[in-house]
């Protein structure tokens, strides 16, 4: 080549550049695998920790040597309801090495009382790791950049710091294959005949001989895991006695109970409940007129119960209204309900766990309880009042959606709303009759009304027929909206039954 002068001059090759690194190839990112083999060890030994983490940690959360396979194959034994045995773990994913498995369980035989601080950990190192491969990567990039715009680098900056500050919520991000899965297993039991979980009373679980829908649930899908009922009714309208049968018939089904007896008290709670099971008279037992024999048998009934039925007493030291304190307890009641291991949550009255009772305070705990249920897995059941001076004032003191005590979130929030009524706590007629109004159903039908025998004296719940609801909205204070059914003349039916033994 030649120069414009007509001087003749080699030719050069460019200079060449230096590779671009990547930063997160450069980056190393510290993590300790310590944390990640004590909650393996803890989710093999611990039913509750089982239950509460295999499903909310990703398995490429584990960084350790084969700790993601090996959780991978936990998560697999769990969806199939499989227990724990390094066979059937081997079988699932062959490439477990089960001895490493074995040694993890016996080193550490039970989970850790600070087992939530290492899941926290966990959760820290995968979002630093992830931080490498996405912002922390473009906000170098951007930096290094002589002609990156100013506002573009305030917002990678401000998107990392939103990463940081919310580091953890992968595991809220659902993999699509996963979520098919999990929804084609639930397919597979319903289909198999796991797709209806009753109440435990029979004279609402199931449509009467007779009927269109005779032996058919009534209530769909009843009890069933990741669900909130609302149970309802005034005072005295008999809603812990059935509720207390519904915590029988879930004992007698093998369904692990909770029970937040925090109206009566868990003592007497567990003996009303061994009472109402024993056929023994609650008026007798309060009076003291019983025998030392009537009280050995009851103590016997108390000792099996508390078997799969266990209570959970609420702290309420601090003072009302103190800052805080309704986070704090909705803290702990998702702690103890996943550390039972329960399939269903009762808590009677769930407002005593409120000191903060503002309409706003109140829906946040009830939407919280909701994501708890579906987090952990189990049925919640949420006992509430109904305003006795607005449900006075009807000309029909049936319960009704809107007159439950408190916030509209009650009603929003429920998969079911049953709600209870006693007719002789209104009329001069025989105690001997309760209805069960089905006031909300998210996957059957309603309203509903079910008139079922009752003995107040035992707490004892018969058979249950079918009655006539006409719906009409709630709230019109001169309206029959939940019918006159039972003032048409009482039914054969409604006979008080003999006195159990």
């Known amino acids: 080549m030649r120069t414009r002068t007509g001087k003749k001059v080699e030719d050069k090759e460019p200079p060449k550049r230096e590779p671009k690194k990547d930063p997160s190839k450069t980056i190393r990112v510290p993590h300790d695998a310590i944390n990640e083999m004590v909650v393996i060890a803890a989710v093999i030994v611990d039913e509750s920790a089982r239950k509460r983490y295999l499903a909310s940690i990703p398995a490429d959360s584990f960084y350790g040597a084969g700790h993601s396979a090996i959780w991978s194959g936990l998560q697999e034994l769990q969806r199939r309801q499989l227990s724990y045995d390094p066979a059937t773990l081997k079988g699932l994913v062959p490439d477990i090495d089960t001895r490493y498995v074995e040694n993890l369980v016996k080193s550490r035989p039970e989970a850790p009382p600070n087992l939530r601080h290492h899941v926290e950990l966990i959760q820290w190192d995968r979002a630093r790791i992830e931080l490498v491969n996405g912002p922390l990567v473009d906000l170098i990039e951007a930096v290094q950049d002589q002609k990156c715009p100013p506002e573009h680098l305030r917002s990678l900056t401000s998107r990392l710091n939103s990463v940081l500050g919310n580091y ?24 198999e005949g796991i797709a209806v979980y009753p109440y435990g009373i029979p004279g609402i679980d199931n449509y009467e001989p007779g009927h269109e829908m005779a032996g058919r649930p009534r209530l769909l899908p009843g009890t069933a895991p990741g669900m909130v009922t609302v149970v309802t009714g005034l005072s005295g309208s008999g ?44 008026r007798d037992l309060i009076e003291g007129a019983y025998t030392a024999e009537d009280q ?39 702690q103890v309900v996943a550390d039972s291991g329960c399939d269903v949550f009762v ?21 919280r309880m909701q994501a708890m249920a579906q987090e952990l897995n189990a049925h919640f059941i ?24 408190g916030s509209s979130a009650w009603v929003d929030i429920a998969d079911q709303i049953l709600a209870w009524h006693r007719p002789a706590q209104w009329k001069d007629v025989p105690d001997n009759t309760i209805e069960g109004l089905v006031l909300k159903q998210r996957y059957g039908p309603w309203p509903l009304a079910v008139e079922i025998d009752y003995e107040p004296e035992y707490g004892f719940l018969g058979e249950g027929r079918s009655v006539s609801f006409t719906r009409s909205s709630d709230g019109d204070e001169d309206s029959d909206a939940l019918g006159d059914f039972l003032t048409e003349g009482r039914s054969a039916g409604s006979k008080r039954r003999g006195k159990r033994s």
């Open 168 to 191: 953890g919520t992968q595991q809220y991000l659902r993999n699509s294959s996963e979520l098919i899965r999990e929804q084609s297993a639930k397919l597979t039991a319903r289909r």
């Open 239 to 282: 809603k812990s006695t059935t509720t207390l049968n519904a915590i029988s018939g879930m004992f007698d089904a093998n369904r692990r109970v909770l029970v937040g007896a925090w109206e009566q008290g868990e003592g007497m709670t567990l003996e009303i409940l061994a009472a109402i099971r024993l056929g023994f008279n609650r």
């Open 382 to 405: 949420l006992v509430q009042q109904q305003k006795s001076k607005e449900v006075e004032a009807r000309r029909d003191p049936r319960p009704t959606r809107d007159n439950i005590k």
């Open 296 to 334: 050995k048998r009851l103590e016997q009934e108390m000792e099996r119960v508390c078997e799969r039925v266990r209570f959970f007493r609420l702290p309420f030291g601090e003072a009302r209204g103190k800052s805080g304190f309704n986070d704090r307890n909705m803290d702990l009641i998702q």
């Open 347 to 367: 808590a009677d009255l769930f407002r005593r766990a409120l000191k903060e009772t503002s309409p706003d305070d109140e829906e946040q705990a009830l939407y």
